[in-house]
Each structure stands twice: as structure tokens, then as C-alpha cells.
């Protein structure tokens, strides 16, 4: 194993505003990251040397949002729903190749 601890480690933010500005927990992240996690378990991708999936607090890009970044690439992605999570898991995570058209 290399000098990471993960592989991929990603971070979902699951800010929520009381202010009326949009946030990544009005738009379906606690759905999207628990979903992600999920299916990286069942795959049998998790835990040291390989995928950690986790909730952030903001991230301050919720206007994108939802939002997610993958590490340690440092990709920043939005998403609309699970399907889009999966692309990002089949793509990048097990692929290696950016999601462009997810990509922020």
C-alpha cells in the first residue's frame, strides 16, 4: 500500500442553511452519500487501501450543488441522483476517468 490510507476518499457535503441560500442538504445529499456508501460496501470496495466514503459540512460551493469531491484528485462533481453517483463510482473510482459532465 502506498503512503495513502485510501485509495479514493470522498466527501459528500450535507451542508443545511437557515438562510434561504441553497444547500447540498436541501438537494438530496443524505440520500446521494448514503447510496454511495452502499454500493462501494456491496462492491467490496471499502476500507483500508481501497474507498472511504464520508459527510462534510460545507464546502462552500453548495450553488453548485449538490456537490462532492473525490480525493485525492481533488475532482469536484455535482449530481441530480443516484444514477449520476453510480456513473461517478463506475467511472472514476473503478474506471480512473473524470465524469466530465459532472465535473464542476
Not at 450535507?14 to 452519500?33: F, L
Not at 464520508?54 to 456537490?67: F, L, S, W
Amino acid at each position: 500500500m502506498s503512503d495513502q490510507f485510501f485509495q479514493h476518499h470522498v466527501f459528500f457535503c450535507m451542508n443545511q442553511r437557515e438562510d434561504g441560500r441553497p444547500c447540498c442538504g436541501q438537494q438530496g445529499a443524505e440520500k446521494a452519500q448514503k447510496h454511495a456508501k452502499k454500493r462501494i460496501k456491496e462492491m467490496n470496495m471499502n476500507g483500508a487501501g481501497k474507498i472511504r466514503v464520508n459527510q462534510a459540512g460545507c464546502m462552500d460551493r453548495c450553488e453548485e450543488g449538490p456537490v462532492l469531491v473525490v480525493y485525492p484528485e481533488g475532482t469536484w462533481y455535482t449530481y441530480v441522483d443516484t444514477s449520476d453517483i453510480d456513473d461517478i463510482i463506475d467511472t472514476h473510482l473503478v474506471g480512473g476517468k473524470v465524469v466530465e459532465r459532472l465535473k464542476i
